[in-house]
T-cell receptor
Framework: DSGVTQTPKHLITATGQRVTLRCSPR?????VYWYQQSLDQGLQFLIQ???????AKGNILERFSAQQFPDLHSELNLSSLELGDSALYFC?????????????FGPGTRLTVL | DAKTTQPNSMESNEEEPVHLPCNHS???????IHWYRQLPSQGPEYVIH???SNVNNRMASLAIAEDRKSSTLILHRATLRDAAVYYC??????????????FGKGTHLIIQP
């Protein structure tokens, strides 16, 4: 158990819909990362937040957005969903977000878009 | 990110040592070498990281070449639980911190009983 929690575990929705994925980091971790894992693209970094502020952006689509709240939990919002958005979404947390930091990953949310 | 190259797959026997290689010939002086693994149906898991010197922890050892252009993750006594995809990742210093991890395809490690 990494200490990072993600809800829900599974989500099934239809194209065009909007969903919100939630992540609670490990106690004391200030940095939260979101990743997408699909069969064709592998594991891709989407976005990073540090202490409530956006710090880095990866391959995140404009239809996707995220935020980190004062209690440090984070939400990833996916809108206008397409079939290709079906994937595993992982959240990770680390103490500061530096290059020597260890990232701890949650169990993931499996999103299926029908 | 500097690029890493790993074999697609490797096979080993249970209770034997496993040496997983990683080439990173374009590594810069401030890049850290990280290893993560992903067990089936789980999120990635940190294994070990280092900068210049060899590193040991309870999970594995990391041997870094003197020129830092390659490294080897060593599992001293593989168990069936070590069957996973192993990712070698370089992280660089970008002033304000580091971006997310850039995962390649990794090495699929198969452990035979």
């Amino acid at each position: 158990d990494s200490g990072v929690t993600q809800t829900p575990k599974h989500l099934i929705t239809a194209t065009g819909q909007r969903v919100t994925l939630r992540c609670s980091p490990r106690s004391g971790d200030l940095s939260v990362y979101w990743y997408q894992q699909s069969l064709d693209q592998g594991l891709q970094f989407l976005i990073q937040y540090y202490n409530g502020e956006e710090r880095a952006k990866g391959n995140i689509l404009e239809r996707f957005s995220a935020q980190q709240f004062p209690d440090l939990h984070s939400e990833l919002n996916l809108s206008s969903l397409e079939l290709g958005d079906s994937a595993l979404y992982f959240c990770a947390s680390s103490v500061e977000g530096g290059q020597a930091d260890t990232q701890y990953f949650g169990p993931g949310t499996r999103l299926t878009v029908l | 990110d500097a690029k890493t190259t790993q074999p697609n797959s490797m096979e080993s026997n249970e209770e034997e040592p496993v040496h997983l290689p990683c080439n990173h010939s374009t590594i810069s002086g401030t890049d850290y070498i990280h290893w993560y693994r992903q067990l089936p149906s789980q999120g990635p898991e940190y294994v070990i990281h280092g900068l210049t010197s060899n590193v040991n922890n309870r999970m594995a050892s990391l041997a870094i070449a003197e020129d830092r252009k390659s490294s080897t993750l060593i599992l001293h006594r593989a168990t069936l639980r070590d069957a996973a995809v192993y990712y070698c990742i370089l992280r660089w210093y970008s002033g304000g911190g580091a971006d997310g991890l850039t995962f390649g395809k990794g090495t699929h490690l198969i452990i035979q009983p």
